[in-house]
Antibody
Framework: QVQLEQSGAEVKKPGSSVRVSCKAS????????FTWVRQAPGQGLEWMGG????????NYAQKFQGRLTMTADESTSTTYMELSSLTSEDTAVYYC??????????????WGQGTLVTVSS | DIVMTQSPDSLAVSLGERATINCKAS????????????VAWYQQKPGQPPKLLIY???TRESGVPDRFSGSGSGTDFTLTISSLQAEDVAVYFC?????????FGLGTKVEI
């Protein structure tokens, strides 16, 4: 059973970038597809995009086009989400999650514990 | 983008009673080629990530109690908790994965 372990909380200045990692244990990246979903304080869930490491493909929500990059490192079984040009509106808990199947058209069955990113001057 | 409109925003249900949550998609999420509805339901408790309960609108995830069930097709979907237990107090979200961007309902808070 795959488990996802995310990196720790971050505090960033407006205009800077943040990179959050998500390490998969109990399985390999190449067997799965991954997504990033964020949740602002007291708010709902927002899909940011998805990546299929074995195909090297990623799809980003248009809202984040140009400032979001998802990557994967097979050697460490880790996926990364980097978001640039941060504003206070990017303050949220960021979750990585695994798609049920190796496709970006599916539900998310395994979730990381979440990483709080706070953007403040 | 497909808008997922959930109702109600919150509901209070007595222990052992039925809870019903609705979700309406702004367009059909039924894929005709495989006759599957691209809808999932999640449960989220405070300080925890969401937990998958139902996918393909009505398929229960492994390990999820059978008091949770999903139904519906096309644009209208329902999550039912047949006999509410204390541990079911949470926020529930619907999710469409028919098209990009994936979108979620705003959530329904279930209380006792």
């Amino acid at each position: 059973q795959v488990q996802l372990e995310q990196s720790g909380a971050e505090v960033k200045k407006p205009g800077s970038s943040v990179r959050v990692s998500c390490k998969a244990s109990g399985g390999t990246l190449s067997s799965h597809a991954f997504t990033w979903v964020r949740q602002a304080p007291g708010q709902g869930l927002e899909w940011m995009g998805g990546i299929i490491p074995i195909y090297g493909t990623a799809n980003y929500a248009q809202k984040f086009q140009g400032r979001l990059t998802m990557t994967a490192d097979e050697s460490t079984s880790t996926t990364y989400m980097e978001l640039s040009s941060l504003t206070s509106e990017d303050t949220a808990v960021y979750y990585c999650a695994k798609y049920v199947r190796t496709t970006l058209y599916d539900a998310f069955d395994i979730w990381g514990q979440g990483t709080l990113v706070t953007v403040s001057s | 983008d497909i808008v997922m409109t959930q109702s109600p925003d919150s509901l209070a249900v007595s222990l052992g009673e039925r809870a019903t949550i609705n979700c309406k998609a702004s367009q059909s999420v039924l894929y005709s080629s495989n006759n599957k509805n691209y809808v999932a339901w999640y449960q989220q408790k405070p300080g925890q990530p969401p937990k998958l309960l139902i996918y393909w609108a009505s398929t229960r995830e492994s390990g999820v109690p059978d008091r949770f069930s999903g139904s519906g097709s096309g644009t209208d979907f329902t999550l039912t908790i047949s006999s509410l237990q204390a541990e079911d107090v949470a926020v529930y979200f619907c999710h469409q994965y028919f098209s990009f961007p994936h979108t979620f309902g705003l959530g329904t808070k279930v209380e006792i």
